[in-house]
């Protein structure tokens, strides 16, 4: 019996929990993080749901189900307000507390439960000594995507921040309630300050000169400690990468290390924003150690939006300095290496997706008819939505990296006559095969598509081609006349 393999994105394809932070409870995984809604027109507007994976085996992910919702808040009996990106802790009384904002209130909240995954009960807002609600008092910074860390010693360490992305920002928010990043200490009831917020890192309005310059914090806080060194992760002001920064200390004296991940790839290698290998937005994550591997948790966007975005996950490593170099986003993240090189393989699990003239920032505006992106037929969280790869047109490219090719001769690509942002009722061209994005060809996939006649359905086109053995990535470039949606393609 073969092997389950994982794929990135490693949940369902119905499922978008993006800003995923991992922590290992017991013998498993548990992933939190806000919950997209397919076609949503705001970020995170479903209830927090949970999944989790045996530590030994992170092909297998098991849905938790709902874990805490939006109206067990009592700021949010109607649940009008978005819950936005989570963190949870195993508290000393061995309960675990989780973490969160509503939208645009200004407070945290604190729920608990007794098991990782179990139903989460309202327990308080993160309040001063005084009683005073964190994020109300005059001079308060406003509270943005907690990270909460408890140290060998027993401390409780609860970060929190948001920041300006660029001076357009600053100017915008000029008299909006202060933001920045900032760390605070808590109580052993995991809702009382100890300590008053202090800030952690710079961001744009202070970072001029530091090593920070370009990677400025912008949100998302993440701690982690590894053999004795504080690595806190955060998403930029470049806002599509993990960065990381270093200290001997959790709540003071970083120094800027690098980018862990970029959703486009930007900066692997020198690689600049203008080449990104896959459509921009937003990332958030963490990073864990999981079963003697760590790994960085991302997530991506879809569906020519920012809020539809979807977990992925790749690993990485640290050198012998303590320095994590940056990883290359890819399709078989969790799997342990390459995917098989036989078989029918989703195209939503392609890494690199552009159109003629590359990538673009995932929004209606930006993307606009010559982008391919990813999407799905079905409603939010229907069982079997068929997500599939949209708007295929001449010069698109989907990659996908990696396979461990073995005597590839034949491959078969499921297409259907798009209708996103075309009107066009043929399709006629063919799939390029390679090895290399833009490289030489290996082979060829003719596709001629009738709307008149096909009516919408699926069809199944195939092509000789001549794939190197060995690992390496694919690449299918559509050239031609129309669009198509890409559903599927097998490796025979």
């Not at 949970?50 to 649940?79: F, M």
């Not at 978005?82 to 195993?90: F, G, H, I």
């Not at 958030?284 to 150690?289: D, T």
């Not at 053995?469 to 690449?475: E, H, N, R, S, T």
């Amino acid at each position: 019996m073969e092997k389950r393999q994982v794929f990135n994105p490693y949940l369902p394809s119905y499922e978008y929990v993006p800003d995923g932070e991992p922590h290992v409870f017991g013998d498993r995984v548990y992933v939190y993080g806000s919950h997209d809604r397919f076609n949503g027109e705001l970020f995170c507007m479903n209830d927090y749901v949970c999944y989790s994976a045996d530590v030994q085996d992170l092909t297998d992910w098991r849905y938790e189900g709902v874990i805490y919702r939006k109206d067990q808040d009592p700021r949010n009996p109607d649940g009008e307000h978005c819950m936005w990106a989570p963190d949870v802790v195993k508290g000393l009384d061995g309960r675990y507390y989780l973490y969160y904002c509503l939208d645009v209130l200004p407070q945290i909240g604190v729920a608990v439960c007794d098991t990782p995954a179990g139903n989460y009960q309202f327990l308080g807002l993160v309040k001063h000594a005084d009683g005073t609600l964190l994020g109300e008092r005059e001079g308060d910074y406003i509270q943005f995507d907690p990270g909460v860390f408890i140290d060998d010693d027993g401390e409780i360490y609860l970060y929190s921040g948001n920041a300006p992305m660029n001076q357009q920002w600053v100017e915008r928010e000029r008299n909006c309630q202060p933001k920045n990043s900032q760390v605070m200490t808590l109580e052993r009831d995991m809702v009382t300050l100890k300590t008053e917020p202090r800030t952690l890192i710079p961001t744009i309005l202070n970072g001029e000169g530091t090593g920070f310059e370009g990677h400025e914090f912008f949100e998302a806080s993440s701690i982690r400690k590894v053999n004795g060194t504080y690595y806190f992760v955060y998403s930029s002001v470049q806002s599509h990468e993990l960065c990381y920064c270093t200290s001997d200390r959790p709540d003071r004296g970083y120094r800027y290390g690098g980018t862990i991940v970029s959703i486009g790839d930007i900066f692997l290698n020198g690689r600049e924003k203008k080449d990104a290998l896959n459509h921009l937005g937003n990332t958030h994550g963490g990073i864990e150690l999981i079963n003697g591997k760590w790994y960085v948790f991302y997530h991506r966007q879809t569906n020519r939006t920012q809020f539809s975005r979807q977990a992925c996950a790749e690993e990485i490593h640290f050198l012998p300095d303590g320095s994590i170099p940056q990883v290359e986003i890819t399709s078989c993240g969790l799997n342990g290496g390459p995917l098989r090189g036989k078989g029918e393989y989703e195209a939503r699990i392609a890494c690199n997706l552009l159109g003629k003239k590359g990538a673009a920032f995932s929004s209606p505006e930006e993307m606009t008819a010559e982008y391919p992106y990813f999407t799905q037929d079905g409603e939010d969280r229907e069982a079997d939505p068929g997500q599939y790869i949209a708007n295929m047109r001449d010069g698109a490219a989907a990659g996908y990296k990696y396979f461990a090719f073995s005597e590839v001769k034949k491959i078969t690509v499921k297409v259907r006559l798009s209708d996103a942002m075309s009107d066009e009722e043929t399709a006629a061209g063919r799939f390029l095969v390679s090895c290399a994005l833009r490289g030489e060809y290996v082979g060829e996939i003719p596709v001629a598509l009738d709307g008149r006649t096909d009516e919408g359905d699926w069809q199944e086109f195939s092509g000789n081609v001549a794939v190197p053995d060995g690992v390496g990535p694919l690449y299918l470039e559509y050239r031609g006349l129309g669009a198509v949606d890409l559903l599927s393609f097998t490796l025979e």
